[in-house]
T-cell receptor
């Protein structure tokens, strides 16, 4: 089944404790992206990747890191999480930039 | 500045009562207008892509249309299972970014 998977689905952590949210797709897509979704602010892009080893900042990159060492994986790293990073996070992939994106199920993160 | 605005924010309909959702966009070099459906606690699910003014696409009770400034999602004779948040997004060919609107939350009562 074609899909985007994210892990973990739920995470409660404390300020400053490094964490990684994994994202994997099995559709051989070149383009992958991370979004956060907050009430009243909608979906905002954090980082995106056009292909392996090619990443770029979205609209809200501060406090986040990404890497794209393999085509199928695009982890999101929070080196020192803060409470304002409490949010619902989505990973998405598409054939290439400009095509419809397929979204993962989401990761609900709470930073205390 | 690239911007996508959806209206209304929320819409309540009776089952069978047709209506339209609006998506206005100001995007440099539009390369695609996308509609998604999002159920609570889940990821957005792709519905349609529109590329040029005048284009229309249909799927069951939904029809999406596109002009040079806005897109409409028409819902004909909706059912309670159509209740969800509908998101529109515009892809800028100049910046390469996908800009989302804030969504319209639709509730269809039986």
């Amino acid at each position: 089944e074609a899909q985007v998977t994210q892990n973990p689905r739920y995470l409660i952590t404390v300020t400053g404790k490094k964490l990684t949210v994994t994202c994997s797709q099995n559709m051989n897509h070149e383009y992958m992206s991370w979004y956060r979704q907050d009430p009243g602010l909608g979906l905002r892009q954090i980082y995106y990747s056009m292909n392996v080893e090619v990443t770029d900042k979205g609209d809200v990159p501060e406090g986040y890191k990404v890497s794209r060492k393999e085509k199928r994986n695009f982890p999101l790293i929070l080196e020192s999480p803060s409470p304002n990073q409490t949010s619902l996070y989505f990973c998405a992939s598409s054939f290439t930039s400009g095509y419809e994106q397929f979204f993962g199920p989401g990761t609900r993160l709470t930073v205390l | 500045e690239d911007q996508v605005t959806q209206s209304p924010e929320a819409l309540r309909l009776q089952e069978g009562e047709s209506s339209s959702l609006n998506c206005s966009y100001t995007v440099s070099g539009l390369r695609g207008l996308f509609w998604y459906r999002q159920d609570p606690g889940k990821g957005p699910e792709f519905l349609f892509t529109l590329y040029s003014a005048g284009e229309e696409k249909e799927k069951e009770r939904l029809k999406a249309t596109l002009t040079k400034k806005e897109s409409f999602l028409h819902i004909t004779a909706p059912k309670p299972e159509d209740s969800a948040t509908y998101l529109c997004a515009a892809h800028s060919g100049n910046t390469g970014k996908l800009i989302f609107g804030q969504g319209t939350t639709l509730q269809v009562k039986p």
